[in-house]
Nanobody
Framework: QVQLVESGGGLVQAGDSLRLSCAAS????????VGWFRQAPGKEREFVAA????????DYADSVKGRFTISRNNAKNTVYLQMNSLKPGDTAVYYC????????????????WGQGTQVTVSS
């Protein structure tokens, strides 16, 4: 099992940047693929980005391509989400999630979840 804790959220203005972190503890982190998801008020949780166990493969939602970058440092048991050119539409609670081996693009693919971190982008 793995435990996940997100951090780095906050209140920013449109056009600003934030870097979210997802710190893991428990099982060796290098066996887990990781995804970032977000959930805005009144909406379903949606996929944002995912990264393979070794960081060689990544995937992004169309809405964040070119603006967000997912990366990982297995030595630090941490996955990052660098968010640039933030828009009000990016406002949501951001969650990281983990699953063994190959990553997925839906919430159903993941077994372990963090508690989330709030990102608010003002116009």
């Amino acid at each position: 099992q793995v435990q996940l804790v997100e951090s780095g959220g906050g209140l920013v203005q449109a056009g600003d940047s934030l870097r979210l972190s997802c710190a893991a503890s428990g099982d060796p982190f290098s066996i887990y693929a990781v995804g970032w998801f977000r959930q805005a008020p009144g909406k379903e949780r949606e996929f944002v980005a995912a990264i393979s166990v070794d960081g060689s493969r990544t995937d992004y939602a169309d809405s964040v391509k070119g603006r967000f970058t997912i990366s990982r440092n297995n030595a630090k048991n941490t996955v990052y989400l660098q968010m640039n050119s933030l828009k009000p539409g990016d406002t949501a609670v951001y969650y990281c999630a983990a699953k063994n081996l190959r990553y997925g693009l839906t919430t159903l693919d993941y077994d372990y979840w963090g508690q989330g971190t709030q990102v608010t982008v003002s116009s």
